[in-house]
């Protein structure tokens, strides 16, 4: 059983147009995150949400949102794309509920690759 | 968390073992060290982590100085599906996982 899994694996959508990559965790993990990893193969943290506190890292614009509609899935809404969207995105879980001596390793999806035209 | 400095690329023979170094001079007492991979095309992948003793696990194996100053990651015997980047990542408990550059390994037949 896949561990952390994305939707879709490929998305190809023209400029203008809003889209959502789902993400679903079966590890019991409370924390889930969004990944982008730009064409530099740069890997940036958008954001990390569990059910007490969501963080956004201050540069993602507003036209990304992440939607959970329970613990085990973190779905993201993008608005209005642009061409510099286009990127491969990665979800991950974490457990971060229990103490010492969890090593809080993040488990990946396999990457959701947007292509905007 | 503290910034770490890694080679950008290194190459290792089939069977091999692979040693990745990793600089983190400015590590603070309670940060761990970590480290993870990732494939071509597909998501990072935990390796192992530790704070102060050598780890060992069935990927790989962690060295760490006395000073904690720097780590190395050790791939035993190095096969061509280790072929990846590989990250070092100095983090203070369940803070956000930063990425840096890390070194990509390619392992030659």
């Known amino acids: 059983d896949t561990a952390v899994s994305q939707t879709p694996k490929y998305l190809v959508t023209q400029m203008g147009n809003d889209k959502s990559i789902k993400c679903e965790q079966n590890?019991?993990?409370?924390?889930m995150y969004w990944y982008k990893q730009d064409s530099k193969k740069f890997l940036k943290i958008m954001f990390s949400?569990?059910?007490?506190?969501?963080?956004i890292n201050e540069t993602v614009p507003n036209r990304f949102s992440p939607k959970s509609p329970d613990k085990a899935h973190l779905n993201l809404h993008i608005n209005s794309l642009e061409l510099g969207d286009s990127a491969v995105y990665f979800c991950?879980?974490?457990?971060?509920?229990?103490?010492?001596?969890?090593?809080?390793?993040?488990?990946f999806g396999s990457g959701t690759r947007l292509t905007v035209v | 968390d503290a910034k770490t400095t890694q080679p950008t690329s290194m190459d290792c023979a089939e069977g091999r073992a692979a040693n990745l170094p990793c600089n983190h001079s400015?590590?603070?007492?309670?940060?761990?060290v970590y480290w993870y991979r990732q494939i071509h095309s597909q998501g990072p992948q935990y390796i192992i982590h530790?704070?102060?003793n050598n780890e060992t696990n069935e990927m790989a194996s962690l060295i760490i100085t006395e000073d904690r100053k720097s780590s190395t990651l050790i791939l035993p015997h190095a096969t061509l599906r280790d072929t990846a980047v590989y990250y070092c990542?100095?983090?203070?408990?369940?803070?956000?996982?930063?990425f840096g550059t890390g070194t990509r390994l390619t392992v030659i037949p």
């Open positions: 990542i100095v983090r203070v408990g369940a803070n956000n996982l930063f």
């Open positions: 949400y569990n059910n007490k506190e969501l963080i």
């Open positions: 400015t590590i603070s007492g309670n940060e761990y």
């Open positions: 590890l019991g993990h409370d924390t």
């Open positions: 530790g704070l102060k």
């Open positions: 991950a879980s974490s457990s971060l509920a229990r103490g010492p001596p969890r090593n809080y390793g993040y488990t």
